[in-house]
C-alpha cells in the first residue's frame, strides 16, 4: 500500500531542496564524481531527492523509503569521509570568476553545516517512516525489524 502521508511527503521534499540547493548543487556535484557507489544506490539516492512529482501523486512504499534512506545514508558516510575533508582540493580546478567563485566559496565553506542539517532531514525521515510502519503493521513486525541493513543507518549517519 503506497504511503502518502502528509508529515512524510513534507519532510521528503525539504529534503530534495536541501539536497539540490545545498549538497549537490552546481558547484559542489563535480566532487562527487569519484565516489564509489553503484548506479542502484544512486537511483534510490534520486527516488527521494529528484522531487519527482509523480512519486508523491503515487506515494511511496515502505521498502523505496527505506532503500532510499539506508544509501543516502551510505552517500552521508562517503561525503563526510571522501569528500568533506578534500572538498576545497577537489574543486580546485575549478576556475570561476566574480559572483560565481564567491557562491563557490560560500557552498564549499558550509559544507559541513549544510551536511549536517540534510543528516538530521534523514534522521528525520527514517524515525517517522518507523513510527508509521509500526502504527500500520497492526500486530504484525514491521517491514524494518525485516530489513537488517538498516540496523546499521544510526552509524552511518552520526559523525565519527
Do not use: C
Not at 521528503?12 to 549538497?23: G, K, P, T
Not at 515502505?62 to 582540493?89: H, Q, S, W
Not at 563557490?104 to 534523514?122: E, P, R, T, W, Y
Request: net charge neutral; hydrophobic share 40%; glycine share 6%.
Amino acid at each position: 500500500m503506497p504511503i502518502k502521508n502528509a508529515q512524510i511527503l513534507s519532510i521528503i521534499e525539504r529534503i530534495s531542496e536541501h539536497y539540490q540547493q545545498n549538497i549537490a548543487n552546481r558547484y559542489l556535484r563535480k566532487a562527487f564524481t569519484g565516489l564509489t557507489m553503484d548506479k542502484g544506490a544512486w537511483e534510490k539516492i534520486e527516488k527521494l531527492t529528484e522531487g519527482a512529482e509523480y512519486d508523491r501523486i503515487q506515494g511511496y512504499t515502505y521498502t523505496e523509503l527505506y532503500d532510499g534512506i539506508y544509501n543516502m545514508a551510505l552517500f552521508i558516510r562517503k561525503l563526510r569521509n571522501d569528500v568533506a575533508p578534500n572538498l576545497r582540493t577537489m574543486l580546485a580546478n575549478q576556475y570561476p570568476s566574480g559572483n560565481e567563485k564567491l557562491l563557490m566559496d560560500m557552498a564549499v565553506s558550509n559544507f559541513n553545516a549544510n551536511l549536517g542539517i540534510f543528516v538530521d532531514m534523514v534522521n528525520e525521515l527514517y524515525m517517522k517512516t518507523i513510527e508509521l510502519d509500526k502504527d500500520e503493521a497492526k500486530g504484525k513486525a514491521p517491514l524494518y525489524t525485516k530489513m537488517p541493513e538498516l540496523a546499521d543507518v544510526g552509524k552511518l549517519l552520526i559523525q565519527i
